[in-house]
């Protein structure tokens, strides 16, 4: 999932220092820096899913479809869930910078868990690139802004613009090059390669520090001690519950990883609930703001109705991929794991023709409304698995399908990103109420958390059999396209709910 603004624009270089395109040298070092993060991110990822399923002959783990595929889901979800408190951290103990040095690390030593032939070591392996993850996603982007000391610096929005480039670019090149070495090579070398990914980016990270803007190095609210060794005591006392409990379920015999899946799975989805509860009770908010986040919503459940379809790109799609599509095109062959570089490369491919279409139907005053872009995203995502429903039809009686099935479904999937994701982004920074102001963009990323949780709660209780099939793909198809109708349906009420945020 990338983000996808496009608008460049020049200004002059500050008058002594050095630049990186015309932009503060900090710029550089937080594009590498998750350039390599996302390269060891999406390499496993793309290996993830295909290593669970393997045969034991074939060094994978032989685990079934619906418990892999919920693995994946559920490590999705806590990824974003954890950049809330990812945020809180670097807001009240570390400051971005140390937040972001220590998210890092501890993402690379996930990663070599990974690479040791341990089923122990995979899982527990998962636990520390989520918990790392968290905390580098929710502070690096501040730091791109940190950079410029006025918001209407005019190289704002270009700097971010190049800083997605390296999500992407970090994004496409992962399952081309970890990939390949994961599937034909070794599975526990690629895993490593991860990790050496993000120890490359963490040493750059390190070395150019001294570029970034000392606001990154702030502790915005620090946490008073009283109420810091509080939270410190009710922390290690959840921890100590949980560890006695499992504790006595492992002694009992009766420990599985689905033990972990289905409370994670609730707490992802309770998470959205508790969060979105305890601001429409806020007696500070003001009745507008109190009706606008009633409006937004209806964009949250729209999304996590999307995300839940999006994210299985590294599930159920991998799966076809893995097991039912040919792994040659036109005389050449590939590891089934390329496929998941398709995404950032049609995002890169199209972006900028998205960011012209916008930007040519506002100057004739028909740019579609939020409501309506968010209908659109949902009918396209709804029909990449009518798509997906269509290429299992075609793959029954082990058939293996020619790879433009795939292609075309993840080409439909991006343009759905592409009016969704962004303008998601922009209408929740929009219709945030001042006191929630920074603490929105934490809500947006719960969206992914709901829809990654409900997929892992369909795909356990669903089982081998259903998950991947035919219907299984055309259902939840019907439910986005529905989804989509709906809201688009409903754009009169929801503009009333907005008010001026419309």
Request: hydrophobic content about 55%; overall charge positive; charged content about 10%.
């Amino acid at each position: 999932m990338a983000s996808t603004t496009l608008e460049t624009e020049a200004r002059p270089s500050p008058p002594s220092g050095r630049t990186f395109l015309g932009h503060p040298r900090g710029l550089a070092t937080l594009f590498m820096t998750e350039t390599w993060e996302r390269f060891s991110f999406y390499g496993m990822r793309a290996l993830l899913l295909v290593y669970m399923t393997a045969t034991h002959a074939d060094g994978g783990l032989e685990k079934g479809i619906a418990l892999s595929t919920a693995v994946v889901s559920v490590y999705s979800a806590m990824v974003y869930l954890l950049a809330v408190p990812g945020g809180w951290i670097a807001d009240r103990l570390l400051g971005a910078r140390r937040t972001v040095a220590l998210g890092g690390l501890i993402i690379m030593v996930g990663h070599f868990m990974l690479a040791v032939p341990s089923e122990v070591f995979f899982f527990a392996g998962l636990v520390p690139i989520a918990i790392g993850s968290g905390l580098l996603k929710a502070n690096i982007s501040t730091m791109v802004g940190q950079l410029y000391d006025k918001d209407d610096d005019a190289r704002r929005d270009g700097g971010f613009t190049i800083f997605y480039m390296g999500i992407n670019l970090g994004s496409f090149l992962a399952p081309l090059v970890i990939g390949t070495v994961g599937q034909q090579v070794n599975w526990h070398l690629g895993f490593a390669l991860a990790g050496v990914g993000m120890a490359l980016g963490l040493i750059q990270y390190l070395l150019g520090t001294r570029h970034l803007s000392p606001r990154s190095d702030v502790v915005a609210s620090p946490l008073p001690r009283t109420e810091g060794l509080a939270l410190l005591r009710k922390a290690a006392l959840w921890l100590a519950a949980a560890a006695v409990f499992y504790g006595v379920v492992a002694v009992s015999g009766h420990f599985t990883v689905s033990w972990v899946l289905w409370p994670l799975s609730l707490i992802g989805l309770a998470a959205p609930v508790l969060v979105f509860a305890r601001i429409r009770r806020d007696p500070e908010l003001t009745r507008p703001e109190r009706s606008r986040v009633g409006g937004y919503l209806w964009f949250f459940l729209a999304a996590a109705v999307f995300w839940m379809i999006y994210d299985q790109s590294g599930s159920t799609l991998s799966v076809f991929a893995d097991q039912n599509t040919a792994g040659s095109l036109f005389g050449f062959s590939f590891p089934s794991s390329w496929f998941q570089s398709l995404n950032p490369l049609y995002i890169m491919a199209l972006a900028p023709v998205f960011a012209w279409l916008w930007n040519a139907a506002a100057r004739r005053g028909r740019n579609p409304s939020t409501t309506a872009k968010f209908a659109f995203g949902l009918l396209m995502i709804g029909a990449s698995f009518l798509v997906m429903m269509l290429a299992m039809a075609a793959a029954s009686g082990g058939v293996k399908v020619s790879p433009l099935w795939l292609a075309v479904v993840y080409l439909v999937q991006t343009v759905g990103e592409l009016t969704l994701s962004p303008v998601g982004l922009s209408v929740t920074t929009k219709l945030a109420p001042a006191k929630y102001a920074s603490q929105m963009m934490g809500v947006w990323f719960l969206a992914v958390t709901a829809g990654d949780c409900v997929a892992a709660v369909a795909q356990l209780l669903l089982g081998d059999d259903v998950v991947g099939s035919t219907w299984y793909f055309a259902v939840q198809g019907l439910l986005a396209i529905a989804a989509g109708a709906g809201l688009f349906a409903a754009r009169r009420r929801i503009g009333t709910l907005l008010g001026d945020g419309r």
